[in-house]
């Protein structure tokens, strides 16, 4: 329990720490919000007025505190750009992303897992070595490579979905499922490859401890062994594996999402940094660091329970 | 105990790998492009950034990959954008792992408040993916092939420094330290003279896989269009101009789409033959 | 648990190296490597000697596995059986067929390559946006496809000799998309707005002339302007907008065909036809129309050919390939747009006519359009563009011929024998200026001088290069907001707010200032032909053309005409029989 305390203390931290680095970053850059709201051709009492109003002319650390405040409460400002809450903006996002991204969770671990399992047991076999080198050369490519091939193979060539043609959840979610399918499998084939690997590798390794031979020397057949004892300790790395995926996941696929033109987190985030939106950078940005950091944190609880050799320290 | 090896024939070392097939082929492969580059520097079949007439042309005998929509060779185009990812990757693995060695050396062998407060802000940085920092730098700096090999440089600190520093933690306290130690050996010396080299195995194999990062996370960022500037094109922002004709022109995008992969293939298989030896020199 | 079977040394040889002694638990196996690779705690080793005793073992015992029904079979079975399902159920959830005819004409899906600004004609500044908002909102006036300016809010309209007093007669029954009527109350309030308003772009700036409007009775309003200006008429096509309306900007309300329905930013802009439009004749006839954010402008032809969008604008010319004459009709009409390469005049070496006109005589039009457009496109030689008739002079296009040799001479007498670099900002959302700004890289090559292309986001460019004039050089193309001369010239007065070339000419300021004030028509128009002159000759800018519009319009609609300004009239639009 201790343990999961101080590790929360932790992540709290580095997440105070990250915001306020970004915030004065932002501030530092961004120019004057005032004249970026009312154009240049704006009175000078004009832009004092607004600035007065947003709460401009107060110290940095003021406006830090009073901006954390209201990011915690769930409104992180206006956009400088589109002059809504940015907290509507984001929120319209969110969900894409996590449907993208549960989706690509899935099919990693769909196919990761019996790759991973199949090429540990029948190690060293003709297809063992043939789904290695495949795992390699699927590692090699680029997501937006096998984007772009995807989406000409089975859009353009076969036909099986428009590109481009997204459709929003509020419109239909079976076909919004339907389409976030392709994206999904361009995100996931890279991670599933590589936790098939990993798998194996942890697998494998386990597998020449000493007790597994002691396992397979009391009689357990090779399925016993390999799910009741190896499978638990080989989880563990693959246990962080899956959560730096998921959390990678969760910040959104750039590539992916320009390629599809699915609007999701980072595509806005995309645009807000071409914008020099600061406010909607920042939330963004400080979003995605609250789920990385969480699913960071969830990983290390999950490894405690696990692994009882590790305890507060 | 003797912890480095004395070679006479200098690829004889290719032997002693449990997978000299597999590193022979990625380094093969490697050298293959790598030569297709230095070629570059000093001959192209046409100036990257020079148009003709002969737009959007298939494969032919003049055209080798065939040209793009502004009638530019793509071959030659190739050999550059190969250029500027090298550079840019190796870049980012010199500032990376280079800041990252000294870093995580430090705080590992010194410990103490100063480790802890390092590793609390490389937990920070570690937490966002690769792309996502790259981005808010260059926000905040300005697009540019030089912003962008700082930013992923900074990007990779963390995961150097991390795997030095729990090697460095666990080798401090083994003998050959204290021996040089109790030689009179200054702290510097200990730390790259005695250390460093038998944490070089571990940090061999995490370079071929940060490298084989670097050159995936510049062609992405390439293909949103950070990065080089027009008409100078880099792999990925060559892909991402030629998504548009990939029927016509297939070879716009397959030519800088197979040159990242079997560079990035080839790096893998060098890293799984080095990865066994690493084992062993340990 | 499987721990017991393990002796300690086997443990601490294990974790040795995985974990750190003292603190920082953190890793289990997050290294090595760099963030999100493959990751592995310890390397696994492929080769030791345990693997092979163990294969051993594991062979034997798999011969005794095949025997039974393992149950790795079962798991293999069983992820098959997921995957196939879930690519059953993909093809299933998908439609098939390809250019949208699943979607019937009841919703036309227009393509945008960059989302809009505001939505408040008071603050646009982009023509993208105000072909948009084209179809929500109606002026006392509105333009046609011949040029004419017609009444529509306004049934009638007097203007006074000297051009300082617009007497409008308002037409009853036009309502508001909220149901209200629009009063002259209304129109007053309006046209005071846009006089007051310091954002907006050149039309709304326009509106500064305005000195007051008078309210004559219910149905007549005069505006009265500061000086004479027998112009201004075109202006008036700008948006009425009712007096009661705070937050246009995110809920416009205006009198035009469609009105607005919704909006998801960066995403569409949802419009539904107006049932209570007054003019019968120009009503719409598609219930809705979404207009699609496309974020990547290599797509468009994908997105065309694959029935997400039914309507495209400007296509461009190297991804009309893409979309099949079978499925689409392709208009060809120009952009009505002056495309340029914009010099900052206040910045060295711009502020020497000697450098501009050597980079106007480097560089060739003709080559231009053949890049970028394959040979299509009208070449321009000043700030007008040639479906504005009236005013274009095709002769200013032969002020400066390719010559490369008078180029180098110029730049030399400047100063700059050897050349300069300088940078040209361009807009990522536009494909056809960032393409021209390449051709003119190598162009300008040829004399010495290095174009160091720089891309940005629009919304950077509307405030960097566009309001605050921090720039080089830029490539982009200006419309006419209003069917009038001025609002192609007015913006090369020394003083003018929208004047983000610095361009500076007593000469000109003088021309101008006569053109406006004078009131023969035939007179204006030699004196606004003048003006042009000027801009060639003291190259305001390295003038290249007006680029050619590739509209794609699906073939189930029908109806899409040009209109010689940067307006999009979508009630025109209609199902094809």
């Known amino acids: ?313 | 105990m003797r912890m480095k090896q004395t070679r006479r024939n200098p690829l004889a070392f290719i032997d002693t790998l449990p997978n000299p097939k597999l590193f022979r082929m990625g380094a093969l492969i490697t050298a293959a492009i790598v030569l297709l580059v230095l070629i570059g520097l000093v001959w192209m079949p046409y100036e990257p950034t020079a148009m003709s007439a002969d737009q959007m042309q298939g494969i032919s005998a003049s055209h080798l990959l065939g040209t793009d929509k502004m009638g530019r060779d793509i071959l030659s185009r190739v050999m550059y954008g190969s250029r500027i990812t090298l550079v840019v990757a190796l870049g980012t693995m010199v500032i990376g792992a280079g800041l990252g060695v000294l870093i995580g050396a430090a705080t590992g062998f010194y410990g103490g408040m100063a480790d802890e407060i390092v590793m609390r802000i490389m937990d920070g940085l570690f937490a966002f993916p690769n792309v996502l920092l790259a981005l808010v730098v260059v926000s905040l700096l300005g697009s540019s092939t030089v912003h962008m090999i700082w930013a992923l440089g900074i990007a990779f600190i963390p995961s150097f420094t991390r795997v030095v520093r729990s090697e460095y933690i666990r080798c401090k306290h083994l003998d050959y330290v204290k021996n040089a130690r109790l030689q009179g050996a200054s702290d510097a010396r200990v730390i790259f003279v005695h250390i460093l080299p038998n944490v070089s195995g571990v940090l061999l194999s995490n370079l071929m896989i940060g490298f084989n990062n670097a050159v995936l996370a510049e062609a992405g960022l390439s293909f949103l269009g950070i990065g080089s500037q027009p008409p100078y094109a880099s792999l990925g922002q060559m892909i991402s101009d030629a998504q548009a004709y990939f029927f016509e022109v297939p070879t716009a995008v397959l030519g800088p789409g197979l040159v990242i992969v079997l560079l990035v293939l080839s790096f893998s298989l060098m890293g799984e033959g080095l990865r066994s030896a690493a084992k062993e020199l340990d | 648990m499987p721990h017991k079977f393990e002796t300690y040394a086997a443990r601490s040889v294990r974790t040795a190296g995985r974990r750190d002694r003292k603190g920082d638990k953190n890793d289990h196996g997050r290294n090595p490597g760099a963030n999100g690779a493959s990751l592995f705690p310890t390397e696994p080793p492929f080769r030791s000697k345990g693997i092979l005793e163990t294969e051993s073992i594991v062979r034997v015992a798999l011969a005794r596995a095949r025997l039974e029904s393992g149950r790795m079979n079962n798991l293999t079975r069983r992820s098959f059986l997921s995957l196939s399902t879930l690519a059953l159920a993909s093809l299933a959830a998908c439609d098939g067929s390809a250019p949208g005819d699943a979607r019937g004409t009841d919703e036309l899906i227009v393509g945008m390559p960059q989302d809009i600004d505001s939505m408040d004609p008071a603050a646009t500044e982009s023509a993208a946006t105000r072909e948009v908002l084209f179809n929500i909102y109606e002026g006392l006036v509105k333009p046609d496809p011949a040029g004419n300016l017609n009444p529509a809010v306004a049934d009638g309209y007097e203007i006074s000799p000297d051009g300082s007093v617009y007497s409008f007669s308002l037409r009853e029954n036009v309502l508001f998309h909220n149901g209200e009527p629009v009063t002259a109350e209304d129109v007053k309030h309006s046209l005071e707005r846009y006089r007051d308003s310091t954002v907006g772009g050149s039309l709304v700036s326009a509106f500064s002339a305005v000195d007051h409007v008078d309210i004559v009775d219910a149905r007549h309003v005069d505006v009265v302007l500061k000086t004479g200006d027998t112009d201004f008429l075109a202006y008036f096509s700008i948006g009425i907008t009712p007096a009661s309306a705070t937050d246009l900007d995110v809920a416009p309300v205006g009198c035009g065909p469609y009105r607005f329905s919704s909006r998801s930013p960066l995403e569409n802009v949802v419009l539904e036809k107006f049932d209570d439009y007054w003019d019968a004749a120009g009503a719409a006839h598609i219930p809705t129309i979404t207009f699609k954010v496309i974020a990547n402008t290599n797509s468009i032809g994908l997105e065309l050919a694959g029935g997400s969008i039914d309507l495209f604008y400007r296509t461009p010319e190297t991804q009309l390939s893409q979309v099949s004459e079978d499925d689409f009709t392709i208009y060809e009409g120009g952009m009505n747009l002056v495309q340029a390469l914009y010099l900052n005049n206040a910045v060295a070496p711009f502020d020497d006519v000697r450098v501009r006109q050597a980079l106007a005589y480097a560089i060739d039009p003709q080559e231009i359009m053949d890049f970028v457009s394959g040979g299509k496109g009208a070449e321009v030689g000043s700030s007008m563009y040639p479906a504005f008739a009236k005013y274009f002079m095709p002769e200013l296009n032969d002020v400066y011929n390719q010559d490369l040799d008078k180029a180098r001479d110029l730049l030399a007498q400047a100063g700059y024998p050897n050349g300069f670099d300088f940078t040209v900002q361009v807009s990522s959302a536009h494909p056809q200026h960032a393409e021209t700004a390449e051709v003119l890289k190598e162009q300008l090559a040829q004399v010495g001088v290095t174009a160091i292309i720089q891309p940005v986001e629009w919304n950077s460019w509307l405030s960097d290069v566009y309001s605050d004039r921090r720039f080089e050089g830029t490539v982009v193309g200006l419309d006419a907001s209003a069917l009038n001369a001025p609002s192609m010239l007015a913006r090369f007065v020394s003083d003018a707010g929208n004047n983000f070339v610095n361009f500076s000419s007593a000469a000109y300021d003088e021309t101008y200032a006569r053109a406006r004030a004078a009131i023969d028509d035939d007179e204006k128009t030699e004196l606004y032909k003048a003006c042009e002159r000027i801009l060639a000759e003291e190259c305001a800018s390295v003038y290249i053309q007006d680029l050619p519009s590739f509209v794609a319009l699906a073939k189930r609609f029908t109806g899409y005409e040009f209109y010689p300004l940067y307006a999009q009239n979508l009630a025109t639009i209609r199902p094809a029989e």
């Open chain 1, 1 to 313: 329990m201790r343990y999961v305390l101080k590790k929360t203390a932790t992540m709290l931290i580095t997440l105070l720490a990250v915001s306020l680095f970004l915030f004065v970053s932002f501030q530092l850059i961004s120019g004057d919000p005032a004249t970026r709201m009312l154009g240049t051709g704006a009175t000078p009492e004009r832009l004092e007025a607004l600035r007065e109003e947003l709460g401009l002319n107060d110290a940095l650390l003021v406006r830090y505190v009073r901006w954390l405040a209201s990011f915690v409460r769930g409104d992180p400002g206006i956009s400088y750009v589109y002059r809504q809450p940015v907290a509507s903006l984001l929120g319209a996002k969110i969900p894409v992303t996590l449907a993208l991204a549960l989706m690509s969770f899935a099919l990693t671990c769909l196919v990761g897992f019996p790759a991973g399992l199949y090429t540990a047991k029948y190690a060293g076999s003709a297809l063992d070595r043939i789904v290695m080198v495949l795992n390699q050369a699927i590692m090699a490519v680029p997501p937006f490579f096998a984007g772009i091939l995807i989406s000409w193979a089975f859009g353009t060539v076969l036909r099986l979905f428009s590109p481009g043609a997204y459709v929003s959840y509020e419109t239909s979610v079976p076909r919004f499922l339907g389409y976030l399918v392709f994206p999904s499998i361009a995100l996931a084939l890279p991670r599933a490859a590589q936790l098939a690997k990993l798998l194996r590798g942890a697998i494998l390794e386990e597998s020449g401890k000493n007790y597994a031979r002691t396992a397979y020397s009391r009689g357990n057949n090779t399925d016993g062994v390999l799910f009741g004892h190896l499978l638990k300790n080989a989880f563990l790395p693959v246990l962080t594996f899956l959560g730096m995926s998921l959390a990678n996941l969760l910040a959104g696929s750039l590539i992916v999402e320009s390629i599809f033109n699915i609007p999701g987190i980072s595509s806005i985030l995309l645009s807000s940094i071409g914008n020099r939106d600061y406010p909607v950078i920042l939330a963004a940005v400080m979003w995605i660091a609250v789920f990385i950091i969480a699913i960071n944190l969830l990983v290390d609880i999950l490894y405690a329970v696990l692994d009882p050799r590790i305890d507060g320290e």
